[in-house]
């Protein structure tokens, strides 16, 4: 990219100086990938410009253009990089879902097949990337970031949710969880990182909460943020904390519904899932439910988020296809690693409910073939964006709606639908890494899964 730039520039100003200054220009491309240079800086290299110092003057009109250069391509990146990407944005390459290969997934899914298709839901990224080669603790490489969901989106900061919380296996982290089975409320966003920067996340979510929402209503500012995690560390320098408040405050203050990146990006950008390359995935369903013969069915929404990082290679099974089988390989050689799993939905449930949303998550994990191991940390967390205010002490009683247990199956069978196509999604919309000491992890290829579905009689074309 910058000898591109040097080549088509150079004939402006002096040639020497221009392939000079290539490294620069590269370091910069580099460092965008993490923050977009100060502006201020690029202002103050252009009024430095020295007319009567022709080599100073040069000097300074290359960096300057550089800087400008890298800006504008910082401001255009595609969304594999979305901390750089306006909300809304759209990628300049084509997304490869599950259903583009041609997995046969059951389910009607919503118009985005994601999370965000349940109204009001807003998902943000910050994505960390740079350096490269041998780990030296507290310069890199870095590959990791975070994400953060705000179940109502920034208009309904100050407005909970009612929600649940689930532990298939507890070797991971969910702070603010207990209060959440408490109260049977989520006061404020999901954020999600790698295990060692979960205090950071943590204490920055506080930080924003204060300067967005309000004090409660009895005047006194406090906060239980829900913060959950898991281990980056083969691709990552996670022990070098990398992980800033800033980068917290970008993925909440640039969250924003429609359509949302998978893979790599934000808290799944150093994962591995099943021993590929793993990280983000997402996908919804539409629910129909009929309460008699006679009666008109009520349409709801289903939307999940996964932060994959699990699974050994040999279990992988996607739509009933032994994959892991068929494509051997190994990375780590034990069952190392978590999921995170949030999910959404409009239909107005109470908390007790949730909760058993969330358990259902297990089984959608299940149908991909993980036997959720000793080392994992498989913790979900499920809330419903109707019942609006009603935590709010402004009134002795509230009225609340809610579905019968006895109508429940219908979503309880598109959580598991969801998740297991989230999971999918997650290794399929990727790209192969390489991390801390040259680790590489490969992407699921999908000229091979495409030939598996086929072989056993399972591609949906």
């Known amino acids: 990219m910058a000898d591109q730039i040097v080549e088509r520039l150079g004939s402006i100003f002096p040639g020497e100086h221009f392939v000079a200054h290539a490294f620069t220009l590269n370091a910069l491309i580099e460092a965008r990938k993490h923050k977009i240079q100060n502006s ?22 290359t960096r300057t253009i550089s800087l400008f250069v890298v800006t504008m391509i910082a401001f255009s990146s595609h969304a594999r990089e979305p901390q750089q990407s306006p909300a809304g944005s759209t990628s300049q390459t084509r997304t490869v879902r599950g259903r ?16 965000t298709d349940v109204a009001g839901v807003e998902v943000g990224y910050t994505t960390i990337i740079r350096g490269e080669g041998k780990l030296v603790v507290g310069k890199g490489p870095v590959r990791t970031g975070v994400t953060a969901i705000i179940p109502r989106g920034h208009d309904s900061l100050n407005d909970p949710v009612y929600a649940g919380v689930f532990s298939l296996n507890g070797n991971g982290e969910m702070t603010g969880s207990h209060w959440v089975e408490e109260s049977g409320f989520l006061e404020g966003p ?15 979510v506080i930080a924003w909460r204060i300067k967005h929402g309000a004090a409660d209503a009895s005047g006194y500012w406090w906060s239980l943020p829900l913060v959950a995690e ?20 970008h993925a909440l203050d640039s969250a924003h519904g429609g359509s949302i990146e998978e893979g790599s990006v934000g808290g799944g950008t150093g994962m591995i899932c099943y021993e590929f390359k793993g990280g983000n995935g997402t996908a919804s369903r539409k629910i ?6 006679d009666k008109p069915p009520q349409s709801f929404t289903v939307g999940v988020f996964v932060q994959a990082n699990f699974g050994r290679r040999a279990s992988l099974t996607i739509a009933g296809v032994p994959v892991g089988r068929e494509i051997p390989g190994s990375v780590y050689g034990e069952d190392t690693g978590s ?4 999910v959404a939905t409009d239909a107005p449930l109470l908390p007790n409910q949730l909760k058993r949303l969330a358990r259902r998550v297990s089984l959608g994990l299940a149908r991909t073939g993980t036997i959720s191991g000793n080392g994992s940390g498989d913790l979900f967390v499920a809330f419903s964006t109707a019942n609006k205010n009603a935590w709010a002490p402004d009134q002795v009683t509230h009225n609340v709606q809610t579905i019968p247990n006895d109508l429940l199956d219908p979503i309880f069978t598109g959580v598991v639908q ?22 590489r992890v490969e992407a699921l290829p999908h000229d091979r899964l495409r030939a598996l579905l086929e072989k056993y009689n399972r591609l949906k074309e």
């Open 40 to 61: 201020d800086e690029l202002r103050r290299d252009f009024f430095d410009c020295n007319l009567s110092n022709p080599r100073k003057s040069s000097l300074a009109v």
């Open 100 to 115: 583009d290969l041609g997995v046969p997934f059951e389910g009607i899914t919503g118009p985005l097949n994601a999370i």
């Open 190 to 204: 999901i954020v999600i990182t790698n295990t060692h920067s979960v205090g950071v996340a943590r204490d920055a």
């Open 418 to 439: 969801a998740i297991e196509e989230a999971v999918v999604n997650a290794l399929v919309d990727n790209q192969a890494m390489t991390g801390a000491d040259s680790h």
């Open 288 to 293: 129909d439910i009929k309460p008699g013969k």
């Open 230 to 249: 898991t281990w980056d560390g083969w691709l990552n320098d996670t022990n070098g904390f990398h992980v800033k408040a800033e980068d917290v405050f």
């Open 339 to 342: 999921c995170i799993a949030v």
